[in-house]
Structure formats: C-alpha cells, structure tokens
C-alpha cells in the first residue's frame, strides 16, 4: 500500500502535459492614479493675462499627469513577492 501512494503521482504527472505557463495577476494600481487631470478647459483666450492663465493651468494639468505616469511606472515596475 506505501508504494501506491509513492508510484501514483509519477504516473499521473506522466501523463499530463509537459509544462504549463505561470499567470501572473495583474499589477495592482490605485483608483486615483487612473483619473484624468484636469489641463485649461476654459474659453479660447483674448488677452495676455487670458493666454498666460491658460498656460498655466495647462503646465499644471501636464505635471499631474507626468507624475501620475511616474507612479503608475514605479508600480508597473515592482517585482509581484507572494508567499
């Protein structure tokens, strides 16, 4: 009766396949870091002072999604350790 519980396992990897391929789960990335930033979402502007606010926001808008992308990089960037 030992040697069928030894000899079992041999037979039955025997015949499965070869090697099958690990799944990785995908990487776990927050909520917020998906969500699009906001950039100038106002009127076309007629002045100077218009053209520069536009600008700004607009410089504002790209630096919140460059440094989304960073993090969004960093997380991708992670090795998955389970136990």
Request: one cysteine or more; hydrophobic letters at 45%; aromatic letters at 2%.
């Amino acid at each position: 009766m030992r040697l069928y519980h030894l000899c079992l396992p041999l037979l039955l990897s025997a015949c499965s396949q070869s090697a099958s391929e690990a799944v990785m789960p995908p990487p776990q990335v927050s909520a917020d870091l998906l969500q699009p930033c906001a950039g100038y979402t106002g009127p076309v502007p007629q002045s100077e002072g218009q053209i520069s606010d536009a600008l700004i926001a607009e410089a504002r808008g790209r630096t919140c999604a460059n440094g989304r992308l960073a993090a969004v990089a960093e997380v991708l960037a992670l090795p998955i350790l389970e136990d």
